[in-house]
């Protein structure tokens, strides 16, 4: 309206697009716009986004359930607070011997830390790695639990170590997919992105702890390049959101699963998930302690 443009600054007619939350928005950046594409973003934290047509809630209360970036439609979302930032954490703290090659050899540490963690095998020989160096959402909703290695022994050097991080990261976003997969809320195809999405070898591992196999697709601006579709969208270049995501976004590589690998993890899972229950009680102790 005039009196809109006048308060705002803007030309009066100018169009404006209702967005969406980042989660939302990137969500649609990713194509997550019908039943079925999940999306699993591996960043500083962890989320699980499945598209729903409907109001679908977990009764537990594990996972969220908002309105859509889509007219019309819902979503369901599981955060992992700390997922990469375990992994940035690690580099922090512990990887210095990694930062400083990379820095010679003008690469990114993270190439050496996942390299490294590749000569450890698949479920770093008994050792895991609880990631919940900030507490956690889904699906604990635990602001008291915090990260621990459990099964260190003398067998264990580096590679394990970090290894055990990026699997103990994984295994909390696989809580997040058990919980949506146990909504009956189909996954035929699961589309990996952040800093998790960039390493081949993790995206195996994604693919081999999930239990499905993971893709990625033509577009990494994730929530920016979403609002650019609603608002493509919202002034009639697209006649909705979802014709927007099938002109636009395209899968450019997909992993499958190694099914030994996957066999290997499925056996080791259940403890992963076991750790936490054994360990609540602790946590909230050890809070009272910290001033």
């Not at 500083?44 to 047509?53: C, I, K, L, P, W």
């Not at 996972?63 to 690690?90: D, E, I, K, N, P």
Request: hydrophobic share 40%; aromatic share 8%.
């Amino acid at each position: 309206s005039k009196v809109a443009a006048k308060k705002l600054g803007l030309p009066e007619g100018v169009p404006v697009v209702g967005g969406g939350g980042d989660q939302a928005a990137g969500a649609v950046g990713n194509g997550i716009v019908r039943r079925g594409v999940i999306s699993a973003t591996m960043g500083t934290s962890g989320v699980v986004f499945a598209h729903s047509e409907g109001i679908e809630t977990d009764p537990l209360g594990r996972v969220h359930t908002f309105c859509h970036a889509v007219r019309g439609q819902w979503h369901v979302m599981g955060v992992v607070l700390s997922a990469g930032g375990s992994l940035q954490w690690y580099r922090n703290q512990l990887g210095e011997a990694a930062v400083a090659a990379a820095r010679r050899k003008k690469i990114d540490p993270y190439e050496l830390l996942t390299a490294e963690a590749a000569t450890a095998p698949a479920g770093s020989e008994g050792l895991y790695f609880l990631p919940y160096l900030t507490g956690e959402r889904t699906p604990h909703a635990d602001p008291h639990a915090r990260g621990a290695w459990v099964g260190l022994s003398l067998r264990h050097g580096r590679p394990h170590l970090v290894r055990s991080v990026m699997e103990g990261a994984s295994f909390a976003m696989r809580d997040c997919l058990e919980i949506i997969r146990g909504m009956n809320i189909p996954i035929r195809e699961i589309r990996v992105s952040g800093g998790g999405a960039r390493s081949r070898f993790w995206r195996q591992m994604q693919a081999d702890i999930y239990g499905n196999k993971v893709s990625t697709i033509n577009a990494e601006e994730g929530p920016a390049y979403g609002v650019a579709l609603l608002a493509a969208a919202g002034t009639g270049a697209y006649k909705d959101v979802v014709e927007a995501c099938d002109a636009t976004i395209r899968v450019v590589d997909t992993t499958p699963v190694q099914q030994s690998t996957r066999r290997k993890y499925n056996r080791v899972y259940p403890q992963y998930g076991q750790l936490y229950h054994s360990l609540k009680d602790d946590y909230a102790r050890i809070a009272q302690l910290v001033d």
